[in-house]
T-cell receptor, first 114, second 112 residues
Framework: EAGVTQFPSHSVIEKGQTVTLRCDPISGHDNLYWYRRVMGKEIKFLLHFVKESKQDESGMPNNRFLAERTGGTYSTLKVQPAELEDSGVYFC????????????FGSGTQLSVL | GQNIDQPTEMTATEGAIVQINCTYQTSGFNGLFWYQQHAGEAPTFLSYNVLDGLEEKGRFSSFLSRSKGYSYLLLKELQMKDSASYLCAVRGFYNQGGKLIFGQGTELSVKP
């Protein structure tokens, strides 16, 4: 069974540019989460999808961040325009609707904004 | 506020036992999780405690005391491959599903 995959693994962009991160959850997992780890800090929740619906987006930093999950399969997280403080590792995680205790994480996207 | 504390770093010897502590103060509690993360890899699920007591799973055990806001992860018969970051995380409320509050992680180094 394929795990959670994220693309790209690394992205280096300049301040003001746009970046789109992609997450493919485990097949059949209706729950999809985005988390972020800024250097020196803990992993923090960004938002939660159930299928294609945003269940909770209380962790999104500001309106420069846009997450979508059209069709309830893969998800994208767009940062536009990127700022220096957006640098960090962005993790995606998924879980089955009924066994939500166990999250499966992807390896993350290391985003560097210069 | 929400706060989860765990030691930043620990060192232990191969074959030994190590205990990684985690204390938490959260507005609600519906489960405590431990994840293992090797550098550059995905965090992987180790254990889940929602009731007080010890949960044992092979070489790894996790303990929870809700009244004390305290948990520990116990690793026995340490192996070099156990060198990793260990993340303590709390779910505040049942309906929050996989919305977790993480500690900063404990970097464990296992020496020969």
């Amino acid at each position: 069974e394929a795990g959670v995959t994220q693309f790209p693994s690394h992205s280096v962009i300049e301040k003001g540019q746009t970046v789109t991160l992609r997450c493919d959850p485990i097949s059949g997992h209706d729950n999809l989460y985005w988390y972020r780890r800024v250097m020196g800090k803990e992993i923090k929740f960004l938002l939660h999808f159930v299928k294609e619906s945003k269940q909770d987006e209380s962790g999104m930093p500001n309106n420069r961040f846009l997450a979508e999950r059209t069709g309830g399969t893969y998800s994208t997280l767009k940062v536009q325009p990127a700022e220096l403080e957006d640098s960090g590792v962005y993790f995606c995680a998924s879980s089955h609707l009924l066994t939500n205790e166990k999250l499966f994480f992807g390896s993350g996207t290391q985003l560097s904004v210069l | 506020g929400q706060n989860i504390d765990q030691p930043t770093e620990m060192t232990a010897t191969e074959g030994a036992i190590v205990q990684i502590n985690c204390t938490y103060q959260t507005s609600g509690f519906n489960g405590l999780f431990w994840y293992q993360q090797h550098a550059g890899e995905a965090p992987t699920f180790l254990s889940y405690n929602v009731l007080d007591g010890l949960e044992e799973k092979g070489r790894f055990s996790s303990f929870l005391s809700r009244s004390k806001g305290y948990s520990y992860l116990l690793l026995k018969e340490l192996q070099m491959k156990d060198s990793a970051s260990y993340l303590c995380a709390v779910r505040g409320f049942y309906n929050q599903g996989g919305k977790l509050i993480f500690g900063q992680g404990t970097e464990l180094s296992v020496k020969p």
